[in-house]
């Protein structure tokens, strides 16, 4: 890993990416703050959102656990993913692994899908698609992100729902 001083959410992904439970796997991708900043959008990512099936979440946290520290998360009363963790690396930045996303709306919890299909790769890396993490940030309530997305996507020609 690099001098603390240059580590980034990116330069994270990328070390996390030589990890061999992450090099084997193509079922897992970046969102968040640091795809926003991989397409353009933000010029600084806050911390780094990987999203994977449910089928690889405890070998992709085991590998987490074994480099970084995990932080205990209390139960959300809106977020209610299946598979939640966060870490923390000596930098301060936060590493979030989820699977089985659920969201509950007033009285109805809302299931997200992850489609590993839909991952893009560039640097070497697997981020996930602009539409997907629009639709995860409308469904975390998430309006100015969500904004972005939808911007960027129009802007493009790609087609949202």
């Not at 089928?55 to 932080?71: D, W």
Request: charged share 15%.
């Amino acid at each position: 890993m690099q001098e603390n001083s240059a580590v980034t959410p990116k330069s994270l992904a990328k070390w996390l990416a030589e990890f061999p439970e992450f090099a084997n796997s193509n079922a897992w991708g970046i969102g968040g703050s640091c795809l926003l900043q991989q397409l353009g959008l933000v010029a600084v990512a806050r911390d780094l959102d990987l999203v994977c099936t449910e089928a690889e979440f405890l070998q992709l946290l085991s590998a987490l656990a074994g480099k970084l520290t995990q932080v205990q998360v209390s139960p959300h009363p809106q977020f209610r993913s299946q598979y939640f963790a966060r870490f923390v690396h000596e930098t301060g930045i936060e590493i979030e692994l989820m699977a089985g996303i659920q969201v509950q709306q007033a009285a109805e919890t809302i299931c997200w899908t992850f489609h590993p299909e839909h991952i893009w790769c560039d640097e070497q890396l697997p981020w996930m698609s602009a539409q997907q993490w629009l639709e995860l940030y409308r469904l975390f309530n998430r309006p100015s992100s969500a904004d972005l997305l939808l911007r960027y996507c129009q802007s493009r020609g790609i087609t949202v729902d």
